[in-house]
């Protein structure tokens, strides 16, 4: 369909959806390059899709948040009239260190387009397809994900961290294997998540299944290429079986009889206020469960190279909880 129908197709769908909208003043774009001019109110043409957009979305990461994602826009699918999230073409590039290992981190509009192709039809990831606009930029076209992300549904559980421990975490476990076999599938495709955090993993509203989110970071290590998978995945089991962060503050203020038994091996590789070594918190926690948590602790000495190793580990674990 050529731009000019494409464009008055979707100021007539505009105007049948907001009837008292002045559809002379909409700004149509074509080409997404300059995110920021794109604005709420705009109408976004990607090939022969058309788009309402929303407010921008914000930054849910180590507490920012209130920073904008501008190339990350709701929107309407004027054809359908079904919500959307949109995601720009944003090129960014840093560094991280985790133990002492070097990461090179960058943006990849294009990755996290392929694992959308790769990931079609498996509700373990996000669900979403790609269009190119006039200038090749890839948007991607995603399906919201309704449900709670890990951070939302664990501050929630009111109980103790020992009643949830034996009553919950077994099922939380199970679900966490499941999101662990779905990362292992995109290292078995030579393809890498590249931002495994808590909060890039949704549990379902009619599932309660895992489902991850947010796949265009990549990065670069020579010596294990989904090094930084890993870490994340083991970050997020140590919050998972500690009910939340066991910070050294908290139990220096609370439990100073455990805060004095604490060493720096004691502590996460990737958080160095965060304890990874559980089983001095909560006792209970079977040493199955407790060795792998270790793996991310500043003891470790070896680490997992790849998510199926890791999974072997948390099956036998999952077996001692009953």
């Not at 994602?69 to 090129?91: C, E, M, N, P, Y």
């Not at 499941?178 to 931002?195: F, V, Y």
């Not at 962060?245 to 908290?250: H, Q």
Request: glycine share 6%.
């Amino acid at each position: 369909m050529e731009t000019q129908t494409l464009r008055e197709t979707a100021l007539r769908e505009l105007a049948a959806l907001h009837p008292s909208r002045d559809i002379t003043q909409v700004e149509v774009h074509t080409d997404t390059s300059d995110f920021y001019r794109i604005n709420a109110g705009d109408v976004v043409l990607v090939e022969d899709e058309r788009f309402l957009v929303g407010n921008n979305t914000r930054e849910g990461r180590f507490g920012l948040d209130d920073e904008v994602k501008h190339w990350v826009k709701r929107a309407t699918d004027l054809a359908t009239g079904q919500r959307k999230i949109i995601k720009l073409s944003f090129h960014e590039r840093f560094d991280a260190n985790i133990g002492g290992i070097r990461f090179e981190c960058f943006r990849s509009p294009h990755k996290e387009s392929r694992i959308l192709d790769l990931t079609r039809g498996d509700l373990r990831f996000m669900q979403g397809h790609t269009c190119l606009d006039e200038a090749d930029n890839p948007v991607r076209i995603l399906d919201i994900v309704h449900g709670r992300c890990l951070p939302d549904m664990i501050s929630a559980l009111p109980e103790s961290h020992e009643e949830y421990f034996h009553a919950r975490f077994p099922g939380i476990l199970d679900n966490f294997i499941g999101a662990a076999q779905a990362l292992a599938l995109l290292h078995e495709n030579q393809e890498k998540h590249g931002d495994v955090r808590r909060d890039h993993l949704f549990a379902c509203s009619d599932t309660d299944e895992y489902c991850w989110i947010d796949f265009d970071y990549n990065f670069v290590h020579r010596e294990n290429i989904y090094g930084l998978d890993l870490f994340g995945l083991g970050n997020i089991l140590i919050y998972l079986a500690g009910k939340g962060d066991a910070t050294i503050a908290d139990l220096r203020d609370h439990q100073p009889d455990v805060f004095a038994t604490l060493y720096w091996e004691d502590l996460s590789l990737v958080w160095q206020n965060r304890v990874a070594n559980l089983r001095k918190v909560f006792p209970y926690i079977p040493k199955e469960l407790n060795d792998i948590l270790l793996y991310f602790s500043n003891n470790a000495t070896i680490y997992y190279e790849r998510a199926d190793q890791m999974i072997d580990d948390l099956r036998a674990a999952r077996a001692t909880l009953g």
